[in-house]
């Protein structure tokens, strides 16, 4: 079972890597994603607090180690899967082909399980804001 995680952790962070280097592509410019849930997620943060990039979120894990850097981690990647979450729901609503929708379900499946394993480590391990 721990195998099993590690591997949709990593297959995890290769989606989402390689949506948001189309979302990147597609803008021809180097910005950070916005997301809706991301600024609903937490209310006490502004704008350009969750206005967060890729490089931004590695740096937050720059000379971490221990509960602090699995903390850090995941914080950022609970954020970061439901950014994945948000861009596949608006690839249902908005895609021409069925195999990007299939795809974005599975992201959808495969995110959610993720977040709720994340979730479930946070309460077992006392890892509260």
């Known amino acids: ?3 099993q995680s590690i591997i949709y952790g990593i297959g995890g962070l290769i ?10 592509f597609s803008q021809n410019k180097k910005e ?10 937490d209310t006490s943060k502004t704008d350009s607090e969750t206005n ?5 979120m590695m740096s937050g894990l720059k000379g971490k180690t221990g509960d602090n850097f699995d903390k850090t981690f995941i914080l950022e990647m609970t954020e970061h899967h439901q950014g994945a979450i948000d861009m596949a729901k608006e690839a249902q609503k908005s895609a021409k082909h069925e195999e990007v929708k299939g795809l974005a379900q ?24």
């Open 15 to 24: 989606i989402g890597a390689l949506l948001t280097g189309v979302l990147m």
């Open 106 to 129: 599975d992201i959808i499946t495969a995110q959610e399980k993720e977040i709720g394993q994340m979730k479930d480590w946070q309460k077992t391990w006392e890892y509260t804001k």
């Open 1 to 3: 079972m721990k195998n």
């Open 52 to 56: 967060m990039s890729m490089e931004d």
């Open 32 to 41: 950070p994603i916005k997301s809706n849930s991301m600024m609903n997620h």
